[in-house]
């Protein structure tokens, strides 16, 4: 099952895995990326789903919302001005990105990961993105360079089914893209330190550094569908809402060099078993994460975490349910297994679904 992005609506994602578990579906691997890097790890270290949603209401996490706080670098005129520059510049990462300093909001260092109990009944694999630059040479000219590395974090059944394997991004079809053609596979860090990796972000949040290296978050590559049909006989994934325009796309074109919209295309249409609608999601659940507060007289970019803890819990709730209902929907409309699907797997003894 590919968990790709959900930001703060992480929630989501535990209401498909307990849907899912409930049908007898459960994938035996999630694929994690960004915030669904969080749900990832609550699943992995709570075996129980019902464990599992209790978490995600938990005082601690709603501790770690409210720990979140804006930096200087989210002053209101300023990060228009360059959301501005970005949308109107049509180059590819033209420059080398300031990751180091240029954010706008701080993340605590530890997550609010609960105590792994049981033994798991989920493998995971999370995205993150290996910088090929340090914070010397930012606002050089990039001059066709490639800065990231597309990094999986993952355990050894994993890591032997991607030998040999090449970043998906690193295709020429992307086009001329910062990222690198090598797919590096790490095993060696620890599940939540992944987890913390990937949440690193090219707008929102700093660079994150893990034994003298430093990584951008699974931003780099939201939709890992390539990572997913390697890992897995069957795949579970989302049908996408479109990006931002004003954003989320510029902010793509001009730190990797990626058409976002091309990217979020290929990922709906690739071939999934099973495929879970999203796509309204930031309808249903407008108010059901952190909200960006504006505020003008000061000049500021805040962050507007829920009033009190009983609406936070609501709002959690909110999530579960969404992604519950999500699959529960796509479930009933599931067909059988198509011939198609059959035929790609191509690997020895993959991972049963993903």
Partial sequence: MVLGGGGFRFGIYIGMYAALRQAGRAPDVLLASCGGAIAATIIHNLPDPEAQRAWISSPEMYQFWCSLKSTQHA??????????????????????????????????SQLPFPPATGTPDVDVAIIGGKLLFDASE?????AGRK??????????????????MQSPLGDARWGEHAV???????????????????????????????RGQEYI????????????????????????????????????????????NARLRYANTHLANLRID????????????????????????????????DIFVQHMNDQWQYGY?????????????????????????????V
């Fill in 217 to 260: 978050g699974g931003v780099l590559d939201l939709f890992p569908v390539e990572i997913a049909r390697r890992l897995g006989a069957e795949v579970i994934m989302e049908f996408k809402e479109a990006f931002d325009q004003v954003f989320a796309i510029p902010a793509w074109r001009s730190v990797l060099g990626i058409n976002g």
């Fill in 180 to 210: 690198a053609r090598e797919l590096l596979v790490d095993g060696s860090v620890p599940l939540t330190e992944a987890a913390r990796i990937s949440i690193a972000d090219m707008i929102y949040f700093r660079c994150q550094q893990y």
């Fill in 278 to 309: 999203s796509s309204d999601v930031s309808v249903v659940l407008a108010k059901q994460q952190l909200q960006q507060k504006l505020d003008w007289r000061r000049n500021r970019i805040e962050l507007a975490m829920p009033p009190t803890y």
């Fill in 75 to 108: 002053d209101l005129t300023g990060s228009l001005l360059r959301a501005a520059r970005r949308k109107l510049s049509t180059a590819r990462a033209p420059v080398i990105p300031d990751l180091f300093g240029d954010y706008m909001f701080e993340i605590p």
């Fill in 147 to 164: 800065l990231f590395a597309e990094t999986v974090f993952c355990g050894e059944h994993a890591a032997a089914l991607l030998d040999g």
């Fill in 138 to 142: 930012v606002g050089q000219p990039r």
């Fill in 325 to 353: 209902d999500r699959a529960q929907e796509a479930l009933g409309h599931a067909p059988g297994k198509h011939p198609a699907i059959r035929r790609a797997t191509r690997y020895s003894k993959p991972l049963r679904s």
